[in-house]
């Protein structure tokens, strides 16, 4: 009788456990799996989805963890700083719950560096998103995803068969949330420091239901498995963001104007320029914005060829030094890891001066400048351009007195780099994460009279 109830019990216990669905997210999923529960994405790519396997290979998506400057970031700045701060212990793990997410599952963080090829290599693949089943709680951020790795991958497409795994529908991956719970995140300090999903929420994009995927997984003709039928609507792994300069380029249009079309040497003349935001779906920039600059340089260039730089009107909001570029130096807080007592920091911003930029300064405890977005305790002024925003710039010139007479070409070029190159160089960062984008420029003529 003892040893039925003993059977019986285990075998309530065994089904129990084979049906347990995962409900962890967040810091709680800490090695709640093993590697071996996921699949590693060259055996999804090997023999069936070669196409998007091709495309997510060559997207950010599938370097997360290997790319040069996570990798500076993560074991040069954030861990040793993680290490001597305990407000900011908890990113050691943390940043691979986003960054790579199945060596965070395992609980194997921090994961070997990437020159030695473990599996933390496999950044976000595959299997990683096919099993994610939901997000805990009200809004998705800090990798509070819900992952339910095993044979079941969920999909948003009606009776898809596959004969290596079960296929299920989960309308959840169709959603912006579900790729919120990476792009949304806080830092220790509790403030927002990536807000993409949050930025797209409140602008016209998410009123008139386009989705992330809708620009960055756009849909077109073909198979989504060598085996499987062709669709008119195959969802492109492309993920293309910050990092494909075709992404980037004509996000905004700009036009400039002067007040007067003709003028002498020492009046004043006032040139307008409009930026649209014609194409993000979210702020530009958005994500990293601690590192994010998009800047206006307007140069006039008279008939002999010289040329003269024009500085931004300032309009005198508050906090607007941050958003016009200076010869300041900024990120002294990169000094607690670096272990440099007393870190003088460096330039700020590394463009012209007088220049108007785009961007939202974050601040370390002290206030000052920091690019480290674990340590952010505040914000600045958020100076980005929202998504179909139009922003207005002046700039008010005296024509020089030895100005030459004839036509002035006025040019207005907008900007954008991933990193400011001072923090490049003195990282050791590849320059290629220092490339200056020309996002968009116009043109505009006045002529100057004897
Ligand atoms: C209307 C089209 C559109 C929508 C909708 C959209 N994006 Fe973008 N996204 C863009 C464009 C264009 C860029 C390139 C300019 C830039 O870097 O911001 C971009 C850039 C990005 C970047 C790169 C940012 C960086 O600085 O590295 C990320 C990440 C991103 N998008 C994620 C998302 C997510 C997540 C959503 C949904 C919450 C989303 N996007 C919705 C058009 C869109
Ligand atoms: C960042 C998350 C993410 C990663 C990584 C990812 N996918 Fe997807 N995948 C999605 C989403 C989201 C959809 C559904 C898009 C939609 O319906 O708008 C999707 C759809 C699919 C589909 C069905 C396509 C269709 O049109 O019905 C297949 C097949 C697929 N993915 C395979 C893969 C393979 C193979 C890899 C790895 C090489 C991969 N995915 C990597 C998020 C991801
Ligand atoms: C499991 C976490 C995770 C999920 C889910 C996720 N992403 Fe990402 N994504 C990342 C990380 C981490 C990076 C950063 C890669 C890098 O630069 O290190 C990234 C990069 C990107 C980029 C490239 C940005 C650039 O600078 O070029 C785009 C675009 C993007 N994601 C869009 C999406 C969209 C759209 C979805 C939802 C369909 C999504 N992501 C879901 C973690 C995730
Ligand atoms: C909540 C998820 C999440 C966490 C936690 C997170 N990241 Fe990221 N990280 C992302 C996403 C998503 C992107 C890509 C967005 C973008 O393109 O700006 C990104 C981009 C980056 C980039 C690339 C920027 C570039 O220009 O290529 C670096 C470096 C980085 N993260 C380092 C870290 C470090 C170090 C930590 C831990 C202190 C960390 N991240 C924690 C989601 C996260």
Redesign the pocket.
């Known amino acids: 009788m003892k040893q039925i109830f003993l059977l019986s019990a285990s075998l309530l216990l065994f089904t129990a456990a084979s049906f347990a669905r995962n409900t962890k997210a967040g810091d709680e999923a800490l090695g709640i799996f093993k590697y071996e529960n996921f699949e590693k994405p060259d055996v999804c790519g090997s023999s069936c989805h070669t196409d998007f396997y091709q495309q997510w290979s060559q997207?950010?998506?599938s370097?997360?963890?290997t790319?040069h400057?996570?990798d500076i970031e993560y074991w040069k700045l954030a861990v040793p700083h993680a290490e001597k701060d305990p407000k900011v212990a908890g990113v050691k793990e943390g940043c691979n719950?986003?960054?790579a997410?199945v060596s965070f599952m395992a609980g194997d963080v921090p994961p070997p560096k990437p020159k030695e090829n473990s599996r933390a290599n496999e950044?976000?693949s595959c299997d990683?998103?096919h099993t994610?089943s939901g997000f805990k709680g009200d809004t998705p951020f800090n990798?509070n995803?819900i992952s339910n790795p095993g044979k079941t991958k969920f999909a948003t497409r009606e009776a898809l068969y596959s004969p290596a795994h079960d296929i299920k529908v989960n309308t959840f991956?169709a959603k912006?949330e579900?790729?919120g719970?990476?792009?949304n995140e806080k830092s220790p300090y509790d403030v927002w420091v990536k807000s993409t999903q949050l930025e797209w929420k409140e602008g016209p994009y998410y009123k008139e239901g386009v989705q992330?995927?809708t620009?960055?997984?756009p849909k077109a003709p073909g198979f989504t498995a060598i085996m499987g039928k062709q669709y008119d609507d195959a969802a492109q792994h492309?993920?293309?963001?910050?990092?494909?300069p075709g992404?980037v380029r004509g996000t905004v249009e700009l036009r400039i104007h002067p007040d007067t079309r003709e003028a002498e040497p020492g009046e004043q003349v006032k040139f307008t320029v409009a930026l649209f935001n014609q194409k993000t779906g979210h702020k530009f920039p958005t994500?990293?914005a601690e590192e994010r600059m998009l800047w206006l340089h307007v140069e006039a260039k008279d008939s002999k060829g010289n040329i003269y730089h024009l500085k931004v009107d300032p309009k005198g909001f508050k906090g607007e030094e941050y958003t016009i570029a200076a010869n300041v130096l900024a990120y002294q807080d990169m000094g607690i890891p670096l272990n440099i007592p007393d870190f003088k920091g460096v330039q700020r911003d590394g463009v012209p001066i007088g220049d108007r930029i785009f961007r939202l300064p974050y601040f370390d405890p002290q206030g000052r400048m920091t690019i480290m977005q674990w340590n952010t305790a505040s914000q600045g002024v958020d100076y980005r351009i929202g998504p179909k925003e139009t922003k207005i710039e002046t700039f008010t010139w005296i024509l020089p007195d030895n100005l030459e007479p004839g036509f002035l070409k006025v040019k207005a070029t907008l900007y954008y780099q991933?990193l400011p190159t001072p923090i490049a160089e003195y990282l050791g960062v590849p320059m290629e994460e220092a490339e200056i984008i020309e996002v968009n420029f116009h043109e505009t003529i006045l002529e100057v009279l004897e």
């Open positions: 997207a950010m998506m370097q997360c963890y790319h400057w996570d719950g986003c960054h997410p950044s976000v990683v998103c994610i990798f995803y991956l912006s579900f790729c719970t990476c792009h992330c995927q620009c960055h997984m492309l993920f293309h963001g910050a990092h494909d992404k994500g990293s991933k």
